[in-house]
């Protein structure tokens, strides 16, 4: 299809709180439903496809993963039973055309309508908050005279894999048997190897149950094609169980619709530890729980996107930020434990759901060791060390206190990992700081061990022991944060260490990190220099130079001038490389990074997380209009990257477009990305300026040229702040009037008032 608006696929609907989609996109476009964040128990994870597919799984509170159900695994037809006329509410995979197609992406669920055989069907897919279970409801109405007879049939071929906390993967041996006492399917993985009694699973339908089955090549001819089912040929499902690999659920339901009438089916599809588990959950259950349970899931959703919102004259910002954006926040610590991943999200989710941020923080921080180190992944457990993980902690904490002004975080106890000691959050943060202070290399920066932020940027036997540009930024940008958050509760002695830490580590790495025009990327042991000038390949490097920035390493011209260098060499018109060139041959120096596609991902690919942190930097240096280019290149939909090329759907941060001639703009993975979390930053805190501050929230925008007003409303400690900013200088920072609740303010600091606000802002 060839468009160049996001209009032509749909159109956001805020009073709803969905994105509309209309015409079919260019890729398969996902929602993602979960229920609720339980450090305690299990969380479900659920991919929900514009078509009705994706995969699902459960995690335990160990960080034990069972894999329920895989990509293109999912689907559910309805077939009148008289003709033998089959199709999906989706409009696929089965070959008989819709009519009226319309998916609705919202928050909380998903709805697929369509029209067909004279039949209107309407399918939610939903996950409740607080109940692990993926809940699909399928209405059917008739328009027709005549009383149809109509089967509905839910299919899902079964995994049961996954992870142990350890992060080891688990085969299956699965067997799946039909019991018409729950309704459905259950099926067990009988690997021996199995660490928990719940690799077991379930799909029932609630009502109406006619018969199931229980293996894919039941319901499938030999060609295992899911678009062609035995059942465009009158099968019915018969009891039989499965036994092997491809075990699945298939649960026939059987409806008679009068003329004009509407019936439904409800499907329920989870793990159990046994089958009385399924039998007492399905007494428990019936149509209206489901939607009480959605309803709940609605407004649950529907109170954190109210946590701030945008307005900056633009349908698609608006609609992301207002409708979607702290769904993918906080979806994503659901999706990934790991360590850096979370940190990075609870800053960006304390505006919108602080309660959640600040427990996931301290989930986080219980997995660092006592020596301050910290482990990949928590959940489940990743023991590879990257030098970046103690770094996070060190502006998470800052982030957190000057979002909720709660400084008692600094004295909450919690444990270390595989210890018996426990200590405040402030004993765990030192730790972190003087960890990463000493844990140096022979050029006395800091060691960068298996890698740092960049995976690609791993280990090998010819590089020998290395040291890492970005994270010696990182530790400077920590030392400066540590040292104004010691200044405010009174530790005098930590304050000055931390200065002394950051004033030495500033100057090292202007010694030893500068190439002459810009900061080299990472020291290897022989002396070689990875983003330096001299390399054939991979010469800059976009996060040396935006951290000298964050963290005031580069100041004053060196600082514009480093800026000004990621605009010659890193720029592209689809968003900005993570450097150049690219690697086009393997570098044993280097390692994965450089063996990867030239232009994919970290090999000189367009990494939108990394944009992240330049627009940040761009926001610090007064440069309003490169900002916005990053943030509307980033953006999905950006003019010279199109979501008919990119892929991207409308309503998700994905993680990178790609370089690569041959699919140049196409998008990396949505939703599972840190790019969100920083661009929630870019936007809210530092274009729109509504920045949150130990004394309250500072006002302080940076707006482009041809943003003449904006508004944002943000919630702040009790208050709720309704800001208009108006652009009469025509672009950059310099705030000239403050008017709080009509009348003139000194500085740029607003009051706490305990109610709602009306701030004019005037550049």
């Known amino acids: 299809m060839e468009t160049t608006t996001f209009e032509s696929y749909g159109h ?57 159900v895989s990509y293109d695994q999912k689907y559910h037809y309805i077939r009148d039973d008289q003709t033998n006329q089959v199709f999906c509410p989706a409009g696929q995979p089965a070959p008989l055309d819709v009519s009226n197609l319309r998916v609705e992406f919202h928050r909380e669920k998903t709805v697929m309508q369509s029209e067909c ?43 049961l894999t996954g992870l142990d906390k350890e992060g080891r993967n688990i085969g299956k041996t699965n067997f799946a048997e039909v019991h018409p006492e729950i309704g459905g399917v259950f099926v067990v993985n009988r690997n021996t190897d199995v660490p928990t009694d719940r690799f077991k699973g379930y799909l029932i339908a609630l009502e109406n149950f006619h018969n199931a089955n229980g293996y894919r090549d039941h319901f499938t001819r030999a060609d295992y094609s899911v678009s062609a089912p035995k059942i465009l040929w009158g099968w019915n499902c018969d009891g039989r169980p499965g036994f092997g690999p491809d075990c699945a659920g298939i649960v026939q339901v059987k409806l008679s619709i009068p003329p004009h009438k509407t019936a439904r089916a409800d499907y329920v599809l989870g793990q159990t530890a046994n089958l009385e588990e399924i039998k007492t959950l399905r007494e428990s259950l019936c149509p209206a729980k489901l939607d009480e349970w959605c309803e709940t899931a609605r407004k649950i959703e529907a109170d954190r996107a109210n946590a701030f919102k945008v307005d900056v004259g633009h349908a698609l910002y608006n609609g992301l930020f207002n409708i979607f954006l702290k769904k993918q926040l906080y979806t994503y610590l659901i999706n990934k434990s790991g360590f850096r991943d979370n940190l990075q999200t609870d800053i960006a989710l304390a505006m919108a759901d602080y309660p959640a941020a600040e427990a996931n923080f301290i989930r986080a921080l219980a997995s660092q060791y006592p020596n301050g ?73 800091c060691r960068q061990h298996h890698a740092d932020w960049n995976d690609g940027l791993e280990a090998t036997q010819e590089s020998g022991e290395r040291e890492s540009i970005f994270v010696t930024m990182q530790l400077c940008l920590g030392a400066r944060e540590m040292a104004e958050l010691a200044t405010r509760f009174g530790d005098t002695n930590f304050a000055i260490e931390a200065k002394q830490v950051y004033n030495h580590f500033k100057t090292l790495l202007n ?102 942190f330049k627009a940040v930097a761009d926001c610090l240096l007064g440069r309003s209009e490169q900002a916005w280019r990053a943030f509307t290149k980033v953006t ?51 274009i729109l300026g509504a920045r949150r501050s130990y004394d309250g929230l500072l006002i302080d925008p940076c707006l482009p040229a041809s943003l003449s007003e904006a508004r944002v409303t943000r919630k702040f400690r009790g208050d709720t702040y309704h800001i208009t900013i108006r652009n009469r200088k025509g672009g950059g920072k310099g705030v000239q009037t403050i008017l709080f609740n ?22």
């Not at 892929?647 to 990396?668: D, H, K, L, R």
């Not at 009509?742 to 004019?760: F, M």
Request: aromatic share 12%.
């Open 12 to 68: 956001f609907n805020e009073s709803r709180g969905c994105f509309v989609l209309t015409a079919e996109p260019p890729r398969k476009w996902w929602n993602l439903h979960c229920s609720a964040i339980n450090n305690d128990g299990p969380e479900m994870y659920a991919e929900v496809a514009h078509i009705n597919d994706g995969p699902t799984w459960i995690r335990d509170a160990d960080g034990t993963t069972v894999t329920l």
């Open 117 to 159: 055989i004279g039949l209107r069907a309407t399918q939610r897919v939903f996950v409740p908050q607080h109940f692990p279970i993926e809940c699909t409801t399928i209405e059917i109405e008739n328009l027709t005279d005549q009383t149809r007879e109509i089967s509905v049939f839910s299919y899902a071929m079964f995994q």
């Open 373 to 445: 180190s910290v482990p990949h992944g928590f959940r489940p457990l990743n023991r590879m060390q990257y030098s970046d993980k103690p770094a996070w902690i060190l502006q998470v904490l800052p982030a957190l206190i000057k979002e909720s002004g709660n400084f008692d975080l600094l004295e909450y106890q919690v444990p270390y990992f595989e210890s018996t000691e426990v200590s405040t959050v402030l004993d765990h943060a030192k730790r972190a700081f003087r960890y990463l202070s000493y844990d140096i290399g022979k050029h006395g920066l």
């Open 511 to 612: 010694e030893v990190a500068w190439d002459g025009e810009w900061y080299v990327r990472t020291i290897c042991g022989d002396g070689y220099r990875i983003g330096s000038k001299d390399c054939e390949y991979g010469k800059i490097f976009l996060n040396p130079q935006s951290w000298a920035v964050l963290s005031g390493v580069a100041e004053g011209e060196r600082a514009l001038s480093i800026m000004t260098k990621i605009d010659q060499f890193l720029e592209d018109d689809i968003g900005y490389r993570i450097c150049f060139p690219p690697y086009a041959e393997f570098d044993p120096r280097v390692g994965r990074m450089s063996n990867s596609m030239p232009g994919a991902a970290e090999n000189g690919g367009c990494y939108n997380h990394a944009a992240g």
């Open 636 to 686: 999905p939909n950006s003019p010279e990257n199109p979501i008919s090329t990119s892929g991207a759907e409308p309503f998700s941060y994905v993680n990178s477009y790609s370089s690569v001639p041959q699919i140049y703009g196409a998008s990396g993975y949505a939703w599972r990305t840190g790019t969100a979390g920083w661009f929630t930053q870019v936007l809210v805190e530092y």
């Open 742 to 763: 009509h009348k003139l303010l000194s500085g740029k600091k607003l009051p706490l008032t305990g109610g709602v606000n009306h701030i004019e802002v005037n550049l």
